[in-house]
């Protein structure tokens, strides 16, 4: 066969297989987007585990009539120009790539609104060049993603879906993540037209409030709240005490500079303390929130930027075990004096 360039749907469909899992990955990238336009109001509508719908509401900066092509071309992004941004970056996308490969394996609208624009427009891309139609449409400010019959063009893709309720159940778990990093952003949750979650934010936007409301109210009246500071290195945790050890690993949670996480490292400093605590052979709970100087953590090593990379990994490492150890221990000791009364 000759050399030929990729037709741009093809080129997109190939970089949707390291983007778009299935129909959580889908949500999560919507909603990154959502929050990086600023929005305080999110209403996720999901129909058949995401199969056949998946729909993002929010009341964000919407994008301008004559960026929509711009928004579903791939390597098109408003959020690093430069190598140096890309260095310090603060925002959850850069890569410029959701919209173009999710609407390469989806029926995906796009409406939208900007405060500037007296009327809506909505754009749908098709085709192998992926051109993108636009048609005026009503929408208040802000955006409306509307991704219909996922990986319908990819059976392959498609095959690789489990029922809906195991979608769902991953749209649940991207959601709540989500959720307990952005406690002043409201989210509505449905399935089916049925509400699943509701995370209302409070006047404050309280961590603890939120935190309540997605991992429970057991959880966070029982666990301990530390914060901790240390060459540029901050963290806050709520950590669950012996009691609330479990046999899944269903309520560990840990952020980085508010990016939800499963990092390797995080996972075996909190594990390392609380080993050194109780001999733990179950699941401990908590959730962690680290910050960290955005030069000093690369976000750049995953597609989906589930895993970071840390300038100082072994520092990181020791500051996180020896804060929850500490607080661990203190905890022990409390309960063991007020055991002695
Ligand atoms: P990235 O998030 O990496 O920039 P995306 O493909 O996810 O790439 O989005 C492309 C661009 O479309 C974004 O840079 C942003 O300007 C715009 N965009 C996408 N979703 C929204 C939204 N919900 N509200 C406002 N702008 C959006
Ligand atoms: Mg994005």
């Known amino acids: 066969m000759p050399i030929q360039l990729l037709s741009p749907q093809l080129a997109n469909q190939i970089a949707a297989g390291e983007v778009v899992e299935r129909p959580a990955s889908v949500v999560k990238e919507l909603l990154e987007n959502s929050l990086d336009a600023g929005a305080t109001k999110i209403e996720i509508d999901i129909e058949k585990g995401g199969h056949k719908r998946i729909r993002i509401k929010d009341n964000g900066s919407g ?10 071309s791939r390597h098109a992004t408003s959020k690093i120009t430069t190598l140096d941004d890309l260095e310090q970056i603060l925002s959850l996308g850069f890569r410029g790539e959701a919209l173009a490969s999710i609407s390469s394996v989806s029926r995906l609208t796009l409406t939208s609104r900007t405060q500037a624009q007296t009327e ?5 891309c098709e085709g192998r060049e992926m051109a993108v139609n636009i048609q005026p449409a009503a929408h208040p400010v802000g955006t409306t993603i509307d991704v219909a019959d996922l990986f319908y063009n990819t059976p392959a893709r498609r095959k690789f879906l ?25 989210f509505v949750l449905k399935h089916n037209d049925k509400v699943a979650k509701r995370f209302i934010a409070d006047k404050e936007g309280s961590l603890t409030t939120r935190i309540g409301a ?3 109210q ?8 530390i914060h901790a500071a240390y060459e540029g290195l901050q963290i806050d945790a709520w950590l669950g005490n012996e ?11 840990s952020f980085v500079n508010g990016r939800g996480m499963r990092d390797k490292l995080i996972m075996h400093a909190i ?4 080993e050194s605590v109780w001999a733990v052979i179950e699941q401990p709970s908590f959730v962690v929130y680290l910050t960290v100087d955005p030069k000093d953590v690369d976000v750049n090593v995953h597609p989906a930027k589930h895993e970071v990379r840390f300038q100082q990994g072994r520092l990181v490492h020791d500051f996180i075990c020896k804060t929850v150890s500490d607080a661990l221990h203190a905890m022990t000791d409390e309960a063991s004096l007020t055991g002695m009364d």
Request: aromatic share 10%; net charge positive.
């Open 214 to 216: 997605v991992v429970g």
């Open 162 to 186: 489990r029922t809906e309720k195991t979608e769902f159940q991953h749209i649940e778990e991207v959601i709540k993540r989500i959720a307990l990093s952005y406690p002043s952003v409201s």
């Open 63 to 72: 994008i301008e009539k004559n960026e929509l092509q711009l928004a579903l």
């Open 271 to 274: 594990r390392q303390a609380y």
């Open 218 to 225: 057991k959880f966070i009246q029982n666990a301990v709240h």
């Open 120 to 124: 809506a427009w909505q754009a749908y």
């Open 243 to 253: 009691a609330m050890l479990r046999s899944s690993n269903d309520c560990q949670f």
